[in-house]
T-cell receptor, first 115, second 112 residues
Framework: IAGITQAPTSQILAAGRRMTLRCTQDMRHNAMYWYRQDLGLGLRLIHYSNTAGTTGKGEVPDGYSVSRANTDDFPLTLASAVPSQTSVYFC??????????????FGPGTRLTVL | GNSVTQMEGPVTLSEEAFLTINCTYTATGYPSLFWYVQYPGEGLQLLLKATKADDKGSNKGFEATYRKETTSFHLEKGSVQVSDSAVYFCAPNAGNNRKLIWGLGTSLAVNP
């Protein structure tokens, strides 16, 4: 069982380019999340999905979009990258979102640099 | 609003020393409390959790007790190892959507 996979592992991107970060889980979890991790700011939630077909905004959603066409995949798209989006991006999943006791499982992260 | 405060790092200890990382929180409702650990170059993984008052979570020699009266969830380990060097995150969940509220993380370096 792989858990959560993310691709690419790292990427250098020119400002203004479009980029999709991929996330796939094989645990059949209902809820999925995208975070960014920046030094001194900790983890911040970008978008989440409580179940396939639904998405919601986290605390820093501007400049990002997500979709959840099926249970396993939760891609994050930067429509027009800017240097402030340079960060490490983590995808996570949990069995549900409403119970509050569920563990979130994290992928290995994607290191994105926007120049 | 909902928030969490962790002691600032970096924390540097010698092997076999006692570790405490303080965590206090403000959260609506009755949150579950989590400690996650991030080893160098990796994603976060659950270290331990507690879901109700006075529960003690434990794993890999680490412990934390849910203290509702002081809204705290301090992480302790009696004897740290070099392999414990990592960043530790305290995270209660809160609010109607039960999302995790993340602390800034405490970096721990254990020297042999």
């Amino acid at each position: 069982i792989a858990g959560i996979t993310q691709a690419p592992t790292s990427q250098i991107l020119a400002a203004g380019r479009r980029m999709t970060l991929r996330c796939t889980q094989d645990m059949r979890h209902n809820a999925m999340y995208w975070y960014r991790q920046d030094l001194g700011l900790g983890l911040r939630l970008i978008h989440y999905s409580n179940t396939a077909g639904t998405t919601g905004k986290g605390e820093v959603p501007d400049g990002y979009s997500v979709s959840r066409a099926n249970t396993d995949d939760f891609p994050l798209t930067l429509a027009s990258a800017v240097p402030s989006q340079t960060s490490v991006y983590f995808c996570a999943s949990s069995e549900s979102s409403g119970r509050g006791t569920d563990t979130q499982y994290f992928g290995p992260g994607t290191r994105l640099t926007v120049l | 609003g909902n928030s969490v405060t962790q002691m600032e790092g970096p924390v540097t200890l010698s092997e076999e020393a006692f570790l405490t990382i303080n965590c206090t929180y403000t959260a609506t409702g009755y949150p579950s409390l989590f400690w996650y650990v991030q080893y160098p170059g990796e994603g976060l993984q659950l270290l331990l959790k507690a879901t109700k008052a006075d529960d003690k979570g434990s794993n890999k020699g680490f412990e934390a007790t849910y203290r509702k009266e002081t809204t705290s969830f301090h992480l302790e380990k009696g004897s740290v190892q070099v392999s414990d060097s990592a960043v530790y995150f305290c995270a209660p969940n809160a609010g109607n959507n039960r999302k995790l509220i993340w602390g800034l993380g405490t970096s721990l370096a254990v020297n042999p």
